[in-house]
């Protein structure tokens, strides 16, 4: 059964750090892209990183610089490190897979939340307070 499953997410003070972690399992273990969106109350869920197949990554403008995307694939776990933190950041973080993408899609194309993702996470909550 593909699965996704978060963790790491928490409360922390303007300018603090979180890593989060998501594991999967099943056939979302083998997405050809695996990524990062958040959702904030009262807001449209955006994507905030994401990481192909090949190694490639995207990031939205707002991370850039502060956020990183990496996988072990050895424990079929990516991870968000974030770095920086803003209350702006202020979210609920959800990992997402897709199974497959098309010629000319590649992590940008999974951020700009034009594709549908054929797997998702439950979320964690991450609060920067100010």
């Known amino acids: 059964q593909a699965q996704l499953v978060e963790s790491g997410g928490g409360s922390v003070q303007a300018g603090g750090s979180l890593r989060l972690s998501c594991l999967a399992s099943?056939?979302?273990?083998?997405?050809?892209?695996m990524a990062w969106f958040r959702q904030a109350p009262g807001k449209k869920r955006e994507g905030v990183a994401a990481?192909?197949?090949?190694?490639?990554?995207a990031y939205r403008d707002s991370v850039k610089g502060r956020f990183s995307i990496t996988k072990d694939d050895a424990k079929n776990t990516l991870y968000l490190q974030m770095n920086s933190l803003k209350p702006e950041d202020s979210a609920m973080y959800y990992c997402?897979?897709?199974?497959?993408?098309?010629?000319?899609?590649?992590?940008?194309?999974?951020?700009?939340?034009?594709?549908?993702?054929?797997?998702w996470g439950k979320g964690t909550l991450v609060t920067v307070s100010s």
């Open positions: 997402a897979g897709i199974w497959a993408l098309n010629d000319g899609e590649d992590a940008r194309t999974v951020i700009s939340g034009t594709l549908s993702m054929d797997y």
């Open positions: 099943g056939k979302a273990a083998d997405s050809a892209s």
């Open positions: 990481r192909d197949i090949d190694g490639i990554t």
